[in-house]
C-alpha cells in the first residue's frame, strides 16, 4: 500500500467503549467543537482540590468517580503508621483516578484575579508534589506541621536562622559532622554562641545553660556513637530556662522515635537518609505543632529559598512508603550484627543501643520502638580500620546512610573531617572508629562480610 493509500490513524471507526476498548477523542476528526471565548469553561470552574485547605473535594462514588482519602478526616487519627505513609497526601488523584500521585512541576500558577488563586502562586513558595509530601511526613511525626527542604543542611540552617547575633546554642558534642560545620564556621561568623556538652549528663545541660540560650540541640542516637539522650528530661531543662528543644531525628526515624511526644519544639531529618530509603534523592524536613514557630519557618522557608524540587519531592513520597517495613528490617539486621561483633577478638568496643552494655539502653527501650539500623565499632587503630574497609565486599565504603544497601565509613577521616582531631577525641571518636549502616541484606551475609574483613 502506498503512502497515500495508508489510512490515517484518526480516521479509524472508533471503538465502542462496550467491547473493553477505549475510544479516542480526535483532534484531527473534526469533532472538536470549536467553543468561543465566553463558552469556554474556566480551568477553575472544574472540581477542584483545594491546596490551602489540604483536603479533597469528594466525589459521588455511585458516579464511577474516585473518592479520594482526606488527611484532614478524623479517620486518619486511626491509622496505623504504614498505612499513613501510603496514604496521607497520596491519594488517589481526583482528577484521574491514579493511585500514584503525579508530579506538579509547574513554578508558575493560573490565578482567577489579583490575590486569588488555589493555594499556590510561584513554585518557591509552594507547590501541590511538595505540599502532599509534608502532609505525609508532618502525619508520620505526629506534628501538624511539616516543611521540606532541598537538603537536611538547608532545614537546619533555615531554623537557625530565627536566631539573633548574641543568642546562644547548647548542642550534643557528639554530632553530625555537618552540623558542626555549620555551627563553628559559618554561624559563629554572626554572633551567635555554642557550647558542646555530653547531654546525656543532665547536670552538665544545666550549667552550660545561661540568659542568652535560645536552643539545645540534640541528636538521640547521636552520631557516630549512637549515644541517647533523655530527651525528656532535657526537654525540661531547657524549657525551665525559656530554651527551644530541636532534635535531629534522622537515626531514630519517625517510625522508631517521636521526639515531639517528649518534649521537642522542632524535629529535623535528613530525609536523603531512611525517609528517601534508597540513595537517590537529597532532601531535609522540620516539623513542629508550634503554631507560631511554624509561621516563621514558613515565611523564612520562601524567604531564604532551599526547597526542594517536585520531582525530589515524588522520590521521597515514594521511598517513604516503605519506611517501617526497612527500618524494621535494618533495626533486627543491626542488632544481630552488633552481637555478632561483640564477640569478635579484632573488635575492642561496639556501640549499639539495642546492647545490654549500653549505658543507656534503658531509655532508648522508653523512647524508641526499636533500636534502629546504625551500629558502630572500633579496632585498635587506623591502619586496622583502613584495612577492614578496604576488604569489605557486601558492605559499601561510602558517606550516607539509612538505604536499603549496607555501607561502612570511617568518621574521622569521612563524615566528621570537619571537626578538629582534639575536639573528636574528646568527644570519643577515635582514628579507630568503624560506622556501619546496616540495610535489609541477608544478616549472615552480612556478618560473614565483616568477619572475613576483620580476619
Known sequence: MSKDERPHPAAAPPTSPASGEVKPSSPAS??????????????????????????????????????????????VKRWGFSTLALHVGQGPDPATGAVVQPIH?????????????????????????????EECLAALEDARHCLAFSSGLGAETTLMLLLDPGDHVVYMEDVYGGTFRLFDKVLKRYGITFTAVDAADLDAVERSMTDKTRMVWLESPTNPLLRIVDIDAVSEV??????????????????????????????????????????????????????????????????????????????LLRGVKTLALR??????????????????????RVFYPGLDTHPNRAVAARQMRMFGGMVSFEVKDEP?????????????????LGAVESLAEHPARMTHASIPAADRQRSGVGDGLIRLSVGVEDVADLIADLESALS
Open 327 to 348: 527500618v524494621e528490617r535494618q533495626s533486627e539486621n543491626a542488632m544481630e550484627l552488633a552481637t555478632a561483633l561483640r564477640s569478635n577478638k579484632a573488635v575492642t
Open 238 to 315: 531547657a524549657h525551665s530556662h525559656g530554651a527551644m528543644v530541636c532534635v535531629d531525628n534522622t537515626f531514630a526515624t519517625p517510625y522508631l522515635q517521636q521526639p515531639l511526644h517528649l518534649g521537642a519544639d522542632v524535629v529535623v531529618h535528613s530525609s536523603t537518609k531512611y525517609i528517601s530509603g534508597h540513595s537517590d534523592v537529597v532532601g531535609g524536613a522540620l516539623m513542629t505543632s508550634n503554631e507560631e514557630l511554624e509561621q516563621k519557618l514558613r515565611f523564612h522557608q520562601n524567604a531564604v529559598g532551599a526547597v526542594p524540587s517536585p520531582f525530589d519531592c515524588w522520590l
Open 105 to 133: 512541576m509547574a513554578t508558575t500558577f493560573a490565578q482567577q484575579g489579583v490575590g486569588k488563586h488555589k493555594g499556590f502562586e510561584y513554585g518557591r513558595s509552594g507547590n501541590p508534589t511538595r505540599q502532599a509530601l
Open 30 to 75: 473534526g469533532e472538536v467543537k470549536r467553543l468561543s471565548k465566553d463558552e469556554r469553561p474556566h480551568p477553575a470552574a472544574a472540581p477542584p482540590t483545594s491546596p490551602a485547605s489540604g483536603e479533597v473535594k469528594p466525589v459521588s462514588a455511585a458516579s464511577g468517580e474516585v473518592k479520594p482519602t482526606s488527611p484532614a478526616s478524623g479517620e
Open 384 to 400: 586496622t580500620a583502613f584495612r577492614t574497609l578496604e576488604r569489605l565486599r557486601i558492605f559499601a565504603l561510602a558517606e550516607s
